[in-house]
């Protein structure tokens, strides 16, 4: 097997600019807190992702310069999204970043909204993954996707948005059935679901920044 296939998982993040993510937030959060927990949400798993043993690398793909200062801060590699044609374009380009680096990379696309993410979980996600050369793991709701892996040599062909979950099933992903992984599930794109990840134990940010408004 290629080297570098055997140095850990490269995991790409894509971000929305901050102004406009997590808009179905801010009936709960308000407009002025609903940037920075779409920001605390990215810093909490991305420092969950890198404290990982499995994962050699984070590729963050995002245009905002704040959120890019913030997790390249961290440990993540920041990348442009040159494409600026959608989530799933801005994958692709993350994963072509990755593997011009090393081109026999396992590669992995991880939501940026997993507020409640736990190393633990996400280490038991890859060993699994690891075995099929595409896997994926539906979110909380068994509709969308919060993970998608592919081995090296394997396209991503990511198709993340709404109904993903049988749009992967489809291009023929395995899916991971693993229970005790819910904060590897655990997206947030409302009130509910935040109360969901609150539920799980946030991350240190972003309960820093909603506890204290939350109560």
């Given at each position: 097997m290629n080297s570098d296939a055997d140095e850990g998982w490269s995991l790409v993040v894509p971000l929305k600019p901050l102004a406009l993510a997590k808009s179905r937030l801010a009936s709960a959060a308000g407009a002025r807190l609903r940037p920075r927990l779409a920001l605390a949400f990215a810093e909490d798993t991305v420092g969950a992702v890198l404290s990982c043993?499995?994962?050699?690398d984070v590729v963050v793909v995002t245009d905002d310069p704040t959120a890019g200062?913030?997790?390249a801060a961290l440990g993540a590699r920041i990348v442009p999204d040159v494409p600026s044609a959608g989530l799933n374009a801005a994958l692709a380009h993350g994963v072509g970043a990755v593997r011009e680096r090393w081109p026999h990379a396992r590669v992995a696309a991880l939501n940026a909204d997993l507020p409640a993410?736990?190393?633990?979980?996400?280490?038991r996600v890859l060993d699994v993954a690891r075995k099929f050369p595409r896997a994926f793991l539906s979110d909380a709701a068994e509709i969308g996707t919060t993970f998608l892996s592919a081995g090296p040599g394997v396209e991503l062909e990511p198709a993340f948005g709404g109904a993903s979950r049988l749009r992967h099933l489809s291009s023929g992903a395995v899916e991971i059935r693993l229970t005790g992984v819910d904060s590897v599930r655990r997206d947030v794109d409302t009130g509910?679901?935040?109360a969901a990840a609150r539920a799980l134990g946030l991350g240190p940010r972003t309960a820093a920044r909603w506890?204290?408004?939350?109560?």
């Amino acid at each position: 097997m290629n080297s570098d296939a055997d140095e850990g998982w490269s995991l790409v993040v894509p971000l929305k600019p901050l102004a406009l993510a997590k808009s179905r937030l801010a009936s709960a959060a308000g407009a002025r807190l609903r940037p920075r927990l779409a920001l605390a949400f990215a810093e909490d798993t991305v420092g969950a992702v890198l404290s990982c043993a499995r994962v050699r690398d984070v590729v963050v793909v995002t245009d905002d310069p704040t959120a890019g200062a913030a997790l390249a801060a961290l440990g993540a590699r920041i990348v442009p999204d040159v494409p600026s044609a959608g989530l799933n374009a801005a994958l692709a380009h993350g994963v072509g970043a990755v593997r011009e680096r090393w081109p026999h990379a396992r590669v992995a696309a991880l939501n940026a909204d997993l507020p409640a993410l736990r190393t633990a979980e996400l280490t038991r996600v890859l060993d699994v993954a690891r075995k099929f050369p595409r896997a994926f793991l539906s979110d909380a709701a068994e509709i969308g996707t919060t993970f998608l892996s592919a081995g090296p040599g394997v396209e991503l062909e990511p198709a993340f948005g709404g109904a993903s979950r049988l749009r992967h099933l489809s291009s023929g992903a395995v899916e991971i059935r693993l229970t005790g992984v819910d904060s590897v599930r655990r997206d947030v794109d409302t009130g509910e679901d935040l109360a969901a990840a609150r539920a799980l134990g946030l991350g240190p940010r972003t309960a820093a920044r909603w506890l204290p408004v939350a109560g």
